[in-house]
């Protein structure tokens, strides 16, 4: 057995910093037979303005012929709407190991008409592909036309729901519309193609998961018209469609493309429930053309989407109403090894985790089955924190980028370890060993696994999984296995540095090929080592950070080995600069690091006050964070640690928000009355909808007038109501909507849409009669007039593409019992949409139309108020306050809005932010109480205007009550946020 713990870091350190001791045997370590693709881990993207080839075969894409696992990441810049804090997502992406960056860009969220588009501010899709060029990410661009996406109409804009043809088809009048909107975000994306160099944009999709005419002329004339344009438009990377699971639909061949030149891939999704086994889609799955293995054996495995969390509904029925960290908690960190290294096992090359960063539904832009907040259980949570579900995307994700025989994985001879499913693949160039094992049990596996020479103890939580290689190179050496997971390997200067990585508290074997016995120092922790046969043996039980440093044994570069828990492993952030590999240890995040000369500039973010230590290119004596100069002293590991620690972050100081409140109730349209002279009158007779226009009405429904988003007001003018029985009033909404009625200014009543339940919860669209009495008093000759506030929520999605986007929204039918009066009808909603915050920002409320939602609202002349509040009124009433932050401008904080109330009370409240309307608490239902206030809208230094717009139905007391801020998290570091 050899030395232990320090024993031997004198000499060591001496090794490490002066280089003298190389070669302190005689032979070379043996590289075994294979022929190893070695050399640095290339250089992430950037807008080089260079020319690039992005080519594949079966294995995985090839970028200028060399091999690339796409590891991405979701996130929809729509749902972070503030330009500044799309790089700090971006930013953590990369530092946790993503490769790429996934994002669906709606077409609604950019278009408010037809023939307008915007693109601008918070819709800057330029700015988004420029930022992620600048944070070395590739971009997968998704733009629809259909995304689905739980978004308003699955993405499509509102103004598509009153226009002729069915969407998601080859019909002509849908696809000129199309072509309008990929002709606008083309134009764009055109300029940031990584073909050219002139940004990153690596592939491109042209429908998602379009499974309803794969087999007519109507979708693949449709498929064929989308490839086409979209190659028209100078697109050249390679396009691809999203497969609602691997049916094995629009394979190449499929559709007529016109020529292959770009490419056409294969790709298909997968959400599998966490209780189940994780599918094999390709090596290890069943053969057969439609969906097997030899779906599209030409191309390699594509995931565009695989679950990384799932979305919660209204009433949060499916996560037993504890929301998104339950969410969270069903697709944990073991959840993603087992499934990710499942797919990886199965050949899968490109692989996007849907969602990373899942963010907000503000405004108008949920479904109708979501709630506002989408934080989705992802990996970055909603307030941009990053989540213990970053440990295995950042191992896995720097193991992919620094150890490259995992882009091109065969199956190889099976191989069985008791208790566990194992998958053994090989590279066919250098041989190397791959083995995933998954405990798919209840209970720990402790077993052996047989590897080439060995047998391995392994072992394996329950429900986890872990991926082990034997024969692979970490540098110039060959690690002939290990037991604990490789991370990554880089030369920083005078050494190499391999990382490899397990759970706490794992006892590690990791044995190194060796001809001759080299020198092992351990330099801190725990380790045992032994030399014998050509293999250096390292035993560790994993506890923080081992370091092991191994000189000579012929080579003349030592190497560091780092044996990292999960905890540690990701405050270890490698990075790649011109001068060459660094390698950062100890703060919450790294940003941004750059060498000059003899300095190294490094920004990031610590919470706590951390030690940092960064390894680099040779000669590095200057350490900068975040702007500041670092003292330092060289390592024996050789490193340089700053010989103080960096501070944490800050405190952060959020005011009650006390008040003043100021107060005003408004639905003047419910006056008999209101002077509605100026609203449209309800004239049309036929409409695209696909709802039916029943039989003696006018068409009412809200879009047929250009009302698309938010409430909406009616007013019917009859002369008569004598002899009337109660009336009914048929609407539809989405999830969660709502009608109220009056009649001459008396309330009738208010009807709400079922809280769904777990079967009806996918229901986009929702129809129902409200039934109001008509008090006996108003029985009689008018004047008279019903007014109706329809909430009516959003449009469905057109997931099995049926137009189902196109049913109508808001009244639909209005008939008397007993009594046949003539009404005639005029709507109003939203006005000219915000030319800032865009066409889901608002809905038709009063006082939105009026602008008491705005920061510059005069509200001085509304009475005062206090919360909390205890109303009980059928209607709506406003209420602002303002406030003032001063958070230190070094510290990011992350802050949300809490409102809370007792449960029984029936209200709903629009919550808006400096005028932003950041989404929608029902105080019955939730299941949210906290909504994030994304830095920039909120300006964490000033004055803040909040504005609640509450609708209270009158059967209860109702509040706002409890409103408070809260800080979801702080770090020093941060982005600079320009306000929005
Ligand atoms: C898949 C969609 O492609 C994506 O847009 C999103 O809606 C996601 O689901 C769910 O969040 S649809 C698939 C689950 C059938």
């Known amino acids: 057995m050899g030395l232990s713990r320090r024993t031997f870091s004198a000499l060591a350190g001496t090794t490490a910093l002066g280089l003298a001791l190389g070669g302190s045997g005689a032979a070379s370590c043996a590289y075994a037979t294979h022929t190893a693709p070695t050399g640095p881990a290339p250089a992430p993207p950037r807008a080089d303005g260079e020319q690039h080839t992005i080519g594949y075969d079966r294995h995985s894409l090839l970028v200028d012929g060399r091999r690339l696992v796409v590891w991405s990441g979701e996130l929809h810049p729509c749902r972070l709407p503030s330009p500044s804090l799309w790089r700090d997502v971006l930013q953590k992406m990369r530092a946790h190991g993503y490769n790429t960056v996934s994002i669906y860009v709606p077409w609604n969220y950019h278009s408010p008409a037809p023939g307008h588009y915007d693109f601008t501010g918070v819709r800057d899709l330029d700015l988004f592909l420029r930022m992620a060029a600048e944070t070395g990410l590739y971009v997968v661009l998704r733009p629809g036309p259909y995304c689905n996406a739980e978004l308003d109409g699955g993405g499509f804009p509102g103004w598509l729901t009153t226009t002729a043809g069915t969407a998601r088809t080859s019909d002509a009048t849908y696809l000129s519309y199309v072509d309008e909107w990929l002709t606008e975000v083309n134009r764009i994306v055109a300029r940031h193609l990584y073909t050219d160099g002139g940004g990153t944009v690596l592939l491109y999709q042209i429908e998602n998961e379009y499974d309803s005419f794969v087999d007519v002329p109507a979708g693949r004339d449709y498929m064929s018209h989308l490839y086409k344009k979209v190659r028209a438009d100078g697109i050249d990377v390679p396009l691809f469609h999203n497969d609602k699971s691997r049916n094995g639909y629009w394979i190449p061949g499929s559709f007529d493309t016109g020529g292959e030149k770009g490419g056409w891939l294969y790709g298909f999704d997968g959400y599998p429930s966490p209780s189940l086994t994780p599918p094999d889609w390709g090596h290890f799955g069943i053969g057969g053309l439609k969906g097997g293995t030899t779906a599209s054996p030409q191309t390699p495995g594509l995931v565009p989407e695989f679950g990384g969390g799932w979305f919660d509904p209204w009433g949060g029925v499916w996560f037993g109403r504890k929301g998104y960290e339950e969410s969270r908690r069903q697709r944990d960190a073991a959840y993603e090894r087992r499934f990710y290294l499942t797919n990886l096992a199965n050949g899968i090359t490109l692989h996007s985790v849907y969602m990373t960063f899942g963010g907000t539904s503000w405004g108008w832009l949920p479904a109708p089955v979501v709630y506002t907040s989408y934080d989705y259980g992802a990996a970055i949570d909603e307030g941009r924190l990053p989540t213990s579900k970053l440990i295995p995307m950042h191992q896995i994700g720097h193991l992919l980028h620094h150890v490259p025989d995992f882009a091109k994985l065969d199956r190889a001879a099976d191989v069985t370890a008791e208790g566990l499913k194992v998958y053994h693949l090989t590279n066919p160039d250098t041989h190397a060993d791959v083995y995933v094992l998954r405990n798919d049990g209840k209970e720990q596996v402790d077993t052996t696994l047989a590897v080439p020479g060995a047998r391995l103890p392994v072992s394996v939580p329950a429900q986890d999984a872990r991926l082990l290689a034997a024969g692979i190179r970490l540098g110039r050496r060959t690690v002939r296995h290990s037991n604990a997971q490789p991370m990554l390997a880089l030369t920083a200067g005078q050494q190499e540095i391999a990382v490899l990585t397990g759970r706490a508290g794992e006892a ?384 990011d904080a992350s802050i949300a809005l809490v409102l809370d109330d007792d449960p029984a009370r029936a209200y709903r409240v629009q919550i808006f932010l400096n005028g932003w309307n950041m989404g929608q608490y029902i105080n019955d239902v939730g299941p949210q109480h906290t909504f994030v206030l994304p830095n920039g809208i909120l300006r964490t230094r000033g004055s803040n205007t909040l504005a609640l717009a509450v609708l209270s139905d009158g059967t209860t007391p109702s509040g706002p009550s409890d409103v408070r801020l809260t800080l979801l998290g702080a770090a020093a570091g941060g982005v600079p946020v320009t306000t929005v």
């Open 508 to 891: 590690t074997v990791t044995v190194l090929e060796c001809a001759s016995r080299p020198a092992v120092g351990v330099l801190d922790g725990e380790a045992e080592h032994s030399y014998a046969d050509g293999l250096l043996r390292i035993a560790a039980e994993l506890d923080g950070l081992t370091r092991v440093l191994v000189t000579g044994g012929g080579i003349s570069t030592p190497l560091l080995l780092l044996l990292a828990d999960d905890e540690t492993s990701v405050r270890l952030w490698p990075r790649e600069t011109p001068s060459g590999p660094v390698l950062v240890y100890g703060p919450a995040l790294l940003r941004t690091a750059a060498v000059e000369g003899t300095a190294v500039r490094l920004t990031g973010d610590t919470v706590r006050a951390t030690e940092l230590e960064v390894w680099g290119p040779r000669g590095l004596r200057e350490v900068s964070w975040n702007g500041g100069e670092l003292r330092t002293r060289g390592t024996s590991s050789g490193s340089l640690r700053g010989a103080q620690s960096l501070p944490g972050a800050k405190s952060v100081a959020l005011p009650a928000l006390r008040g003043p409140w100021r107060r005003r109730t408004e639905n003047p349209e419910s006056a008999p009355g209101f002077d509605d002279t100026s609203w449209t009158a309800a004239e049309k007779t036929t409409s695209h909808s696909t709802s039916p226009v029943p039989a003696g009405q006018p068409v009412l429904f809200a879009d047929d007038y250009g009302f698309h988003y938010g409430d909406v007001w009616y007013r019917g003018h009859f002369t008569d109501a004598t002899g009337t029985g109660p009336v009914s009033l048929a609407y539809r909404t989405g999830t969660q909507g709502l009608l109220m009625a009056w009649l001459d200014g008396v309330p009738l009543g208010t009807h709400r849409m079922p809280v769904p339940d777990n079967k009806s919860v996918r229901q986009g669209s929702w129809a129902a009669a409200a039934s109001f009495d008509v008090p006996e008093k108003l029985r009689k000759a008018g004047p008279h007039v019903l007014s109706v506030l329809v909430r009516r929520m959003q449009h469905d999605q057109d997931g099995k593409a049926q137009d189902t986007h196109k049913v109508a929204r808001g009244l639909t039918a209005v008939t008397f019992d007993g009594a046949s009066p003539k009404v005639s009808w005029r709507l109003q909603g939203e006005v000219a949409p915000d030319p800032v915050r865009g066409p889901q920002n608002n809905g038709g409320l009063y006082g939105e139309r009026h602008g008491w939602h705005l920061p510059s609202y005069a509200d001085g002349g509304w009475e005062q108020a206090e919360l909390p509040r205890a109303e009980r009124r059928q209607g709506v009433t406003w209420y602002r306050t303002a406030f003032r932050l001063a958070v230190d401008p070094g510290t």
